[in-house]
């Protein structure tokens, strides 16, 4: 019974993460699906956050002091606005394929790479 609510609990996360492209954190994540799961808690979202991401299933990235999750797995990299705070989607793979082939420290081997541009995006009157 705990498994099983666990479960879906961690479908209906996954759910809204593949229906938004904006990154959301923790804190969004768990707003929007306490309306669907309203028993959730905000360390459950965290947790399966967390499982999810260890897994590979989903992208979690560190931005400054919080973190962002992303369902897209696919390689790409991210633009992120220092003034809008908006985290735009990147699809150049030679940016990733080429830091993954000329990556070379001590015999380690990457198995993944997370590109993420800081600078200002074109809305300035934002
Ligand atoms: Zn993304």
């Not at 989607?89 to 990733?96: G, L, N, T, Y």
């Amino acid at each position: 019974m705990m498994k099983r609510r666990l479960t879906v609990q961690k479908l209906k996360i996954l759910e809204y993460l593949r229906s938004v492209k904006t990154h959301p954190t923790a804190e969004i994540i768990y707003g929007a699906v306490k309306k669907q799961v309203p028993t959730i808690t905000l360390a459950t979202v965290y947790r399966n956050l967390n499982l999810l991401a260890n897994k590979g299933e989903i992208l979690r990235l560190e931005m400054g002091n919080e973190f962002h999750f992303d369902a897209d797995i696919g390689r790409h990299q991210h633009c992120v606005c220092r003034k809008c705070g908006k985290i735009h989607d990147v699809f150049q793979k030679e940016i990733s394929k080429y830091a993954m082939e000329k990556i070379n420290y001590d015999g380690f081997n990457p198995t993944n790479v997370q590109v993420i541009f800081y600078g200002y995006c074109k809305n300035k009157n934002m």
